[in-house]
């Protein structure tokens, strides 16, 4: 086993909200490579650059937008996180 295997997200889900630039977009990509689904996320926007990031490690993900203060937006970047990768036990939520 190589220390890569010890931090491996595969068949995990992460779902990161301000994701599409700065800090979020690295911390998604960095999900993206460990072998996670990811809900990229953004207020308006997740940049080009970031899902081009994120397709090249082969991880399947989504996209979303809104403004987490609004409790229905949260609700739905859980409902559609859950319903494209599943509902297991091993999940990371990370709000930047």
């Given amino acids: 086993m190589g220390i890569l295997d010890l931090f491996s997200l595969k068949g995990k889900s992460a779902l990161v909200t301000g994701s599409g630039q700065g800090l979020g977009s690295g911390m998604a990509i960095a999900f993206a490579q ?15 650059s970031t899902i081009e990031e994120v397709k090249k490690t082969g991880a399947r993900y989504i996209t979303r937008t809104g403004d987490v203060c609004n409790k229905a937006v949260c609700r739905m970047l859980v ?3 859950v319903s494209a990768f599943g509902s297991g036990r091993s999940r990371a939520a990370v709000g930047v």
């Avoid at 460990?34 to 080009?48: E, I, M, P, W």
């Fill in 34 to 48: 460990a072998g996670a689904n990811v809900t990229l996320h953004n207020y308006d926007k997740v940049l080009d």
């Fill in 79 to 81: 409902d559609d996180t």
